[in-house]
């Protein structure tokens, strides 16, 4: 059996559910282990409590492990600190049968051919399950906002109408290529994340992306995303902007939804807007992400190309990569 431990917010959860859906796809029996979010130990380590998101999807299905189920795996050895010296002695001794498996690469093919193992990971790079995306794009669905406004600009999006500038009522129609930009600040500008990931999304960054959409796509209208709308209002204004603002605390993730109604995507460095784009059916969609997810990152460009097939990557200062 596999088990997948479950962690952290929405898209990081949605990608430890996509590896799960994955060994699914590939006959290998799968769980998910649900307990991080019941561990208050766990959830102090965190800046932002977090709740298991999954649930707020339409009828998403996923089978949970057992704490016998998963006591199985970890074996003798669930208790001792992983990396510690002892821990690698009695691993050399035979003494421990922890099957406990740490993501600590970008890609780890070898996990593909595990049959009996816990994995503790984010696993957020797309070739794990690109190949399986149409069947995740089937099974993650949103429930329908009791909203207005995201059902007004969900009808917009599918006919490509023009949502009429910076604000949020809608234009006169006007035939438009709609695209979502995500802008993650919040709990990036904290000084604990602000190393791992500030600097990365740069003003050159988004307008470098802008253009290359621009070059490409007649009549492009974007539309904003982020945690910080004033930020927005200062830095983007004009007919071809339109800023959504109105989704808050547990509505936020429809975000996510109107972003993959957009036909092209502008990520952040953030895993939110990674599954905004990836749930986003358009055949010919452009998808553009930061090059670099973490500072702690070094850029390969060919290995980046192999494991985002088909994403475009461009670095802090404005280059197509």
Not at 116 to 141: F, N, S, T, V
Not at 208 to 215: G, L, M, S
Request: aromatic letters at 12%; glycine letters at 8%.
């Amino acid at each position: 059996m596999l088990i997948i431990r479950v962690m952290g917010g929405l898209g990081n959860q949605m990608q430890q559910y996509a590896l799960y859906e994955k060994y699914r796809s590939l006959g290998r029996e799968a769980r998910l282990d649900i307990s991080w979010f019941e561990d208050s130990a766990q959830q102090e380590k965190v800046l932002a409590r977090r709740g298991l998101e999954l649930r707020l999807f339409d009828h998403l299905e996923f089978q949970a492990c057992t704490g016998q189920e998963k006591d199985a795996l970890l074996g003798n050895g669930r208790f001792l600190r992983e990396g510690s010296l002892l821990t690698k002695a009695l691993r050399k001794t035979g003494l421990i049968t922890n099957r406990h498996f740490y993501e600590t690469d970008a890609y780890h093919p070898e996990i593909l051919d595990f049959t009996d193992q816990y994995l503790e990971g984010h696993w957020a790079c797309e070739k794990y399950y690109h190949d399986i995306m149409p069947l995740l794009q089937e099974k993650i669905r949103f429930p329908e906002s009791g909203n207005p406004l995201n059902r007004q600009l969900i009808e917009r999006l599918r006919k490509g109408e023009d949502a009429g500038g910076s604000g949020t009522e809608p234009g006169k129609g006007r035939t438009e290529t709609p695209v979502s930009i995500h802008i993650r600040r919040g709990d990036y500008l904290d000084p604990a994340n602000a190393g791992m990931f500030g600097g990365i999304c740069t003003p050159e960054y988004y307008k470098a992306a802008e253009a290359y959409i621009r070059e490409r796509v007649g009549s492009p209208h974007f539309y904003l995303f982020s945690d910080d709308t004033e930020y927005l209002r200062e830095n983007y204004s004009g007919r071809e902007y339109t800023i959504v603002d109105w989704n808050k605390g547990e509505d936020s993730f429809y975000d996510m939804e109107l972003m993959s109604l957009c036909r092209h995507n502008i990520c952040a460095n953030s895993t939110f807007s990674f599954w905004g784009a990836r749930l986003n059916r358009n055949p010919d969609k452009l998808v553009i992400r930061p090059a670099r997810h973490k500072n702690s990152q070094k850029i390969d460009p060919e290995r980046l190309h192999e494991l985002w097939e088909g994403w475009i990557l461009v670095d802090e200062l404005g280059n197509v990569v």
